[in-house]
């Protein structure tokens, strides 16, 4: 009688309904929606009242009356829990290791990249000197006129 207003329980001893043995209830597996186990628990009652017509009545005071209580229930069996575990479980263990490992990997990559950036950039700096030398970019008009060449041929 879980769920009954008080009233009803009160009439009938030994009545104590506890949510935890009474209710219904399905345990699924969270990443695959497999359902573990499942319980459900019906009780049919009936309503029973004084009836005029009828003396053996006279003394029912208006109440819910329990006649039957059905307890169905299912789980899987071991080969099944075993094949989850195996095939799901393992699988998603390895991918939460390997996803931490990359994370743990990006965070290397963006603490060291800066530091490698920075150390070249100053090296960079140090070993270029000032004096002008000739560099594949220098074009031939330019050095023609550094040697006193005119850009004619001699003939």
């Given at each position: 009688?879980?769920?009954?207003?008080?009233?009803?329980?009160?009439?009938?001893?030994?009545?104590?309904?506890?949510?935890?043995?009474?209710?219904?209830?399905?345990?699924?597996?969270?990443?695959?929606?497999?359902?573990?186990?499942?319980?459900?628990?019906?009780?049919?009652?009936?309503?029973?009242?004084?009836?005029?017509?009828?003396?053996?009545?006279?003394?029912?005071?208006?109440?819910?009356?329990?006649?039957?209580?059905?307890?169905?229930?299912?789980?899987?069996?071991?080969?099944?829990?075993?094949?989850?575990?195996?095939?799901?479980?393992?699988?998603?263990?390895?991918?939460?290791?390997?996803?931490?490992?990359?994370?743990?990997?990006?965070?290397?990559?963006?603490i060291l990249?800066?530091?490698?950036?920075?150390?070249?950039?100053?090296?960079?700096?140090?070993s270029r000197?000032?004096?002008?030398?000739?560099?594949?970019?220098?074009?031939?008009?330019?050095?023609?006129m550094a040697?006193?060449?005119?850009?004619?041929?001699?003939?």
């Amino acid at each position: 009688m879980l769920g009954v207003d008080e009233e009803y329980t009160a009439l009938i001893d030994g009545m104590d309904p506890e949510p935890e043995r009474h209710q219904i209830f399905v345990d699924v597996e969270p990443y695959t929606g497999t359902p573990l186990t499942g319980g459900k628990r019906v009780q049919f009652n009936m309503f029973l009242r004084r009836i005029d017509a009828i003396k053996l009545t006279d003394r029912l005071q208006p109440t819910l009356f329990p006649v039957i209580w059905i307890d169905e229930g299912i789980a899987l069996n071991e080969d099944m829990v075993k094949l989850i575990d195996d095939s799901l479980m393992k699988v998603l263990s390895l991918l939460d290791i390997v996803q931490w490992a990359m994370i743990a990997v990006g965070l290397l990559l963006a603490i060291l990249m800066p530091i490698v950036y920075f150390v070249k950039r100053c090296r960079g700096n140090d070993s270029r000197s000032i004096s002008p030398a000739v560099t594949a970019t220098t074009s031939a008009a330019s050095l023609s006129m550094a040697t006193g060449v005119t850009g004619e041929r001699n003939k």
